[in-house]
């Protein structure tokens, strides 16, 4: 045991701190300093985008549901902007949004750029400064050293609940093994011109569909005492550049809050994408001239920590679209359970797209704390759902607006918080919640 004691220099107070600049991140970010808030983002890498660009997750899923659009707001006008500068194409009905990931992060930054938002990147969260039920400080490390860094209400969009964790916020237990990682990567010189894999450049329906072909191909060769590693899917996506798809096939078990065992699972999946790329070259003609153009920066993670929250979302109340009073944001996608061991995959579709509360944006503990993203509090089979890209921008959206809505009212507490007004204005931006 180590006692370590120092000053550290303190920057701030800021209105509003959000720390992780993944897709919740850049919502929360934006929309609270477009309503008025002196707003910080805390990022670790040098670019923005979380998973959707670090661990090149695409498609954005989804907008619409059985031919409904009910996703609008944040997501959607960040959605329109990564079109208007070629980053993107919707893929009906689902309304998925292929993307080019290169292209996220400067639709990105400049979103947090025009916003006047205070940037910190290659900075990371170590700890935090809390009393009884406030949050005070983030401890964060840069090239700097450690800084803390203040602010009034503090959103945490970390992907993995790392500053509600630090703050002793209650998490919920995993009832069942964790869904297993990913790492993703991207391959060029692919015929995507022959019958079964143009559709991936289509805009009338889901490179997912495309892959069946596959599986049944590493299926067949297993049988025949080939080495074919554990895989998901596979599952193709455009990068809107002809001749390049990102490739969503790898997966292993993993404890992604756990170092030594991110370590360990990202060196297996490493081999396993080499390993890969020489069956698809071997066996798959469209493929015999195909290179691996980039393997993501990070693991794609599906699952790790979820908040208890001043409500537990739960995978019935998904299924069935509960509405709640204080829902803030839809979710179209399935539950979707990718299992750790095999290459299997549990699906359950919601009866409508379904209805996420405030409340399950609320941990329990810390008053001036927001959840917004993959951790939100969320039972393992509703969490299956709303991890996915469009919904985080809503919730991030949600949490953004909410403390500058508590920042233009001289700081209130979370709770005095009228949910009625953020509702609305939610609805005013395009969600049909």
């Known amino acids: 045991m180590v006692v370590y004691s120092r000053e550290l220099p303190t920057i701030g ?6 720390c992780g600049g993944g897709p919740a991140g850049i919502a ?3 929309t609270a300093a477009e309503n008025g808030a002196k707003v910080a983002l805390i990022e670790q890498n040098s670019y923005l985008g979380g998973m959707a660009t670090g661990g090149c997750v695409n498609p954005m899923s989804e907008f619409s549901y059985k031919g409904e659009r009910v996703i609008g707001g944040f997501a959607w006008r960040f959605a329109q902007e990564l079109i208007k500068v070629n980053g993107a194409i919707f893929e009906a009905p689902r309304g998925n949004l292929s993307f080019n990931p290169e292209t996220y992060k400067l639709v990105a930054q400049r979103l947090v750029n025009q916003a006047k938002i205070h940037l910190f990147t290659n900075t990371f969260i170590a ?17 700097n050293g450690l800084q803390a860094i203040s602010g009034h209400y503090v959103i945490d969009t970390t992907g993995d609940a790392d500053v509600a964790y630090h703050a002793g916020v209650p998490m919920l237990p995993n009832t069942r093994p964790a869904q297993p990682g990913t790492l993703i990567f991207s391959l060029a010189n692919v015929d995507t011109t022959t019958p079964r894999m143009h559709i991936i450049h289509q805009k009338n329906n889901h490179m997912h569909h495309s892959a069946g072909f596959i599986r049944e191909l590493f299926e067949k060769l297993r049988g025949e005492g080939i080495d074919v590693p554990q895989f998901g899917g596979p599952w193709f996506c455009s990068t809107v550049d002809d001749g390049c798809i990102t490739v969503n096939m790898s997966r292993a078990a993993m404890d992604s809050v756990d170092v030594a065992d991110s370590q360990r699972a990202t060196a297996e999946l490493r081999e396993n994408v080499f390993r890969f790329v020489s069956l698809l070259k071997e066996h798959v003609p469209e493929f015999k001239h195909c290179v691996i153009s980039s393997i993501a920066p990070m693991t794609g993670v599906r699952q790790s920590r979820r908040i208890k929250g001043k409500h537990v979302l739960t995978g019935k109340e998904y299924l069935e679209a509960t509405r709640f009073t204080d829902a803030i944001a839809r979710a179209c996608h399935p539950v979707d359970i990718h299992l750790p061991s095999g290459d299997g995959q549990i699906l359950h579709y919601p009866e409508i797209a379904a209805y996420i509360p405030f409340r399950s944006l609320q941990p329990e503990g810390i008053s001036n704390l927001l959840v917004a993203g993959r951790p939100i509090s969320a039972d393992e089979d509703a969490f299956a759902a709303v991890r996915v890209q469009a919904t985080c921008m809503e919730t991030g959206e949600a949490a953004g607006l909410a403390a500058a809505l508590c920042v233009q009212k001289d700081n209130i507490p979370l709770d005095s918080l009228d949910i009625v007004e953020v509702v609305r204005r939610i609805r005013e931006g395009g969600t049909l919640c």
Not at 13 to 18: A, E, Q
Not at 128 to 137: N, R
């Open 13 to 18: 107070p800021f209105d509003v701190l959000v």
């Open 127 to 143: 700890d935090c400064i809390f009393d009884s039920d406030m949050l005070h400080q983030i401890i964060v490390a840069n090239k």
């Open 28 to 30: 929360a970010a934006v």
